[in-house]
């Protein structure tokens, strides 16, 4: 990274980076949210999926290509601003840590930086997903309560005010502070992995940053899917079904279906991440270079 750090363009390149995420990554979210809130079968009945690609055909079949991409006017929407705020904050949390424009950040200063991006982010992200978890989920089960996701946040401030569209938040912050942490952190350690002696990392080639990118992908919903689970359950969850907020929903997972079940979803999460985070990095990466040649002293 050469020159000083412009939170401003990581703003910028990220929004980018977040759009291109979700045209790669929304087909297999749907399909995540679908395996992870499908309802336990009755006695003697199968499954309504059988797994991610049980749910791509029957989603396919039923739906068509639209249905793979359903509700991604709200992740257009969320993720442009989430993503800009996001790699704001890895900007700014690099600042803030260097003394000189030019000191090289150790990796747990950047997985620091990278916390702080997900502090950020939470504040936008936490509405945005239980409204999002709950359109999906009202087309799979058929009964259709929400017109859109405005009509959503009327009805949620309706019942329970601010509360209501900001239900999760803690589990939110819970899956997305350490793993933005990860996701940065080994995105820049796979850079420098990859980078050939004596070069810099402006030079890394196109496979080079789709890798890293998809990698990081992979690291950070490592570390974030157990709460992610725990999240899309208590976001989709009747109210008052867990009074004492994430901890019973952690017994109840535990209780009726085990440790594994906190890794539900895992296949169609990582098919995803690895994609999606490969387009979101380039397109961060490209949009970087197109803002270092606009306005080179920004």
């Known amino acids: ?165 900001y239900k999760g938040t803690a589990l939110t912050l819970m899956r997305d502070v350490p793993a933005s942490g990860m996701y940065f952190m080994s995105y820049e350690w796979l850079k420098n992995l990859l980078t050939p002696a004596g070069k810099s990392h402006n030079e890394l080639s196109i496979p080079s940053v789709l890798f890293a990118g998809g990698m990081a992908g992979i690291f950070n919903w490592a570390v974030a899917i157990p709460p992610d689970v725990l999240k899309s359950r208590f976001q989709t969850a009747p109210e008052g079904k867990y009074p004492n907020g994430f901890r019973d929903v952690l017994r109840e997972l535990i209780r009726e279906e085990g440790v594994a079940s906190l890794y539900k979803g895992f296949n169609a999460v990582m098919l995803r991440a690895f994609p999606a985070n490969a387009a979101c990095f380039l397109g961060f990466e490209l949009a970087m270079k197109f803002l270092n040649w606009l306005a080179p002293n920004l």
């Open 1 to 165: 990274m050469s020159g000083p750090i412009s939170p401003l363009k990581n703003f910028f390149a990220g929004g980018f980076g977040g759009v291109c995420l979700v045209f790669a990554g929304h087909p297999l979210d749907t399909i995540k949210v679908r395996l992870q809130t499908q309802p336990k079968p009755k006695p003697g009945e199968s499954l309504l999926y059988a797994g991610t690609i049980d749910c791509f055909k029957k989603t396919l079949a039923k739906e068509g290509i639209k249905g793979l991409y359903k509700g991604m006017a709200a992740p257009i929407i969320g993720v442009t601003p989430m993503f800009a705020v996001c790699f704001f904050g890895f900007g700014l949390g690099k600042k803030l840590q260097q003394r000189t424009p030019d000191d090289i950040l150790t990796y747990p200063q950047l997985f620091a930086a990278g916390m702080l991006s997900g502090v950020f982010t939470t504040a936008i992200m936490a509405p945005g997903e239980r409204i999002k978890c709950l359109l999906q989920i009202q087309a799979s089960t058929g009964e259709l309560k929400y017109a859109g996701p405005m009509d959503c946040v009327k009805q949620l401030y309706r019942e329970a005010g601010i509360r209501g569209v």
